[in-house]
């Protein structure tokens, strides 16, 4: 990546963002059919939300590199696969390995910095949480676009089960999928 871009990159990470939607990632180069492409340029151009201090260092050594993924990553509206922010990156100039964003986005969502579902496939699909707040999301099966729902209840039988079994650190993943009224209408036009 050149000087510019890095500079792009450092400066709208630092900056912070505020993720929503989903993109799903299916296999590299692939998207289901009436998926949104992933814009490259918009990837290096994150939301104007403060971001906590230290968010790099809160994963190991801050390197140009865990910067570059963290900042790309932000600057996703939507769930994105480690691929495909991968060939984000790569299509504005970056010398990111892919196994670097691969490490960085797993120590990202360890750090609870981000959000993790599956696609229909089973592949990992990551967002950047820019708050401390666990979320569940309804994700389309076509399109990937995503929609956060309301947590409340699903975190509160899970308390409860913990309260009522004796488990203590209990954790769940709850995954919601379907198909959106955009992709409903699309179907049936054929």
Same mark, same amino acid.
């Given at each position: 990546m050149n000087d510019r871009g890095l500079s792009a990159l450092a400066a709208a990470f630092e900056r912070g963002a505020a993720g929503g939607g989903a993109q799903s990632g299916a296999r590299p180069g692939a *998207? %289901?059919?009436? =998926? *949104?492409? &992933?814009?490259a340029a918009r990837v290096v151009d994150a939301a104007r !939300? %403060? =971001? !906590? %201090?230290?968010? @790099?260092?809160?994963?190991? *050594?801050?390197?140009p590199q865990r910067t570059e993924v963290l900042q790309a990553l932000a600057g996703c509206e939507e769930f994105i696969s480690a691929q495909l922010l991968h060939a984000s990156l790569l299509a504005v100039g970056s010398r &990111?390995?892919?196994?670097? @964003?691969? *490490?960085?986005l797993t120590a990202l969502a360890a750090a609870g910095l981000a959000d993790v579902v599956r696609d229909v496939n089973g592949e990992k699909l990551f967002c950047y949480r820019p708050d401390e707040d666990h979320r569940h999301y309804l994700i389309c099966r076509r399109c990937?676009?995503?929609v956060p729902v309301d947590a409340g209840p699903v975190e509160s039988w899970a308390d409860e089960i913990a309260r009522t079994s004796g488990f203590a650190q @209990?954790?769940?993943? &709850?995954?919601?999928?379907g198909t959106c009224a955009d992709c409903v209408v699309e179907e049936a036009d054929g």
């Open positions: *998207r %289901p059919k009436g =998926a *949104r492409a &992933v814009d !939300s %403060p =971001a !906590s %201090p230290g968010e @790099v260092g809160l994963i190991g *050594r801050p390197t &990111v390995g892919l196994s670097t @964003v691969y *490490r960085t990937g676009i995503s @209990v954790q769940h993943t &709850v995954e919601l999928a």
